[in-house]
C-alpha cells in the first residue's frame, strides 16, 4: 500500500488533521500507517518496551515523551521488537538513539532527535489515553498515516 499524506488531504480534507511536529524520519520505512496505540511516558521507556512486546500488525505506536530530548526512549533493541512483532511504526514525541542501526530496520521511526543517554526504568507511564501534543488530540483507536511530508490523523480508516 502506498501512502502519499498529500494525496489524502486532497482527498479527505474534512476527515483529517495534521499533526503539526517536525519529525525525522529515522526507520528503514518512511511511509507508514495504521490503528493508533497511546503511550504517555516521561524519560522513562519501560511502557514503550511493554507495548512493542505485543503484536502490533496495522498497529502504530504514539509515545508521547513530553518533548524531552535529554534522553531516548527507544534505541535499536526496542525498534527490533517493533520490527519482530509487526508495528507498522512508532512516532515519538521524544528521541531515539542507535540511528544508524534503526535506519536498517523495515519499521516506520519518526522523532524530534537523538540522544546517546538510556531512559530511565522505574515503570511510570500510562497506555491507552487521548494525548495532546502541540494542541492536536491523539485518540487510541483512530488512525494515523505518515510519510515524509508529515503525519495525518482521521477518526477512520481511509487506506
Not at 518496551?49 to 503484536?55: D, M, Y
Request: charged residues 25%; hydrophobic residues 35%; glycine residues 12%.
Amino acid at each position: 500500500m502506498k501512502i502519499v499524506t498529500a494525496d489524502l488531504w486532497d482527498e479527505h480534507t474534512t476527515a483529517l488533521k495534521v499533526l503539526p511536529l517536525e519529525l525525522q524520519n529515522y526507520g528503514g520505512k518512511t511511509a507508514f500507517c495504521g490503528e493508533i496505540v497511546t503511550l504517555k511516558v516521561y524519560e522513562d521507556n519501560s511502557y514503550v518496551r511493554k507495548t512493542l512486546e505485543e503484536n502490533g500488525n496495522g498497529k502504530v505506536l504514539v509515545v508521547d515523551g513530553g518533548g524531552s530530548k535529554r534522553c531516548a526512549l527507544v534505541g535499536d533493541n526496542i525498534a527490533s521488537l517493533a520490527n519482530e512483532n509487526g508495528w507498522e511504526g512508532i512516532i515519538i514525541y521524544g528521541c531515539i538513539r542507535d540511528s544508524k542501526v534503526i535506519k536498517t530496520m523495515d519499521v516506520g521511526i519518526k522523532a524530534i532527535g537523538t540522544c546517546p543517554v538510556k531512559s530511565r526504568k522505574q515503570n511510570i507511564g500510562s497506555k491507552g489515553e487521548t494525548l495532546l501534543i502541540e494542541g492536536t488530540e491523539i485518540v487510541p483507536g483512530n488512525y494515523i498515516y505518515s510519510d515524509e511530508d508529515g503525519i495525518l490523523l482521521s477518526t477512520e480508516k481511509l487506506l
